[in-house]
């Protein structure tokens, strides 16, 4: 069974935790309970002092790992 991963990131408009899935991670979204509009952004993410090909990416792997170790604690 696949899971999709999501972060929680609050509106900027009314304050409401909402959950994304890392896929939509700097892509322009709306608030579906104000209809706000704001950029996906994870607070969690660690600050990178180097740039990578392609960060959505890097962050989509590790939360992925994050996913199949709490998993795997629950088993």
């Given amino acids: 069974m696949f ?17 994304i899935r890392v896929e939509y991670l700097g892509r322009l979204l709306t608030c579906q ?3 706000g509009r704001f950029t996906a952004k994870d607070a969690a993410s660690p600050v ?16 992925l790992t994050i996913s199949s170790q709490r998993l795997g604690a629950d088993e």
């Avoid at 899971?3 to 959950?19: A, I, S, T, Y």
């Avoid at 990178?48 to 989509?60: G, K, V, Y």
Wanted: proline share 14%; glycine share 6%.
């Fill in 3 to 19: 899971h999709n991963p999501h972060f929680v990131q609050e509106c900027p408009v009314c304050g409401r935790p909402l959950q």
């Fill in 33 to 35: 309970h104000c209809g």
């Fill in 48 to 63: 990178e002092s180097a740039p990578r090909a392609n960060p959505l990416l890097a962050r989509a792997e590790q939360l």
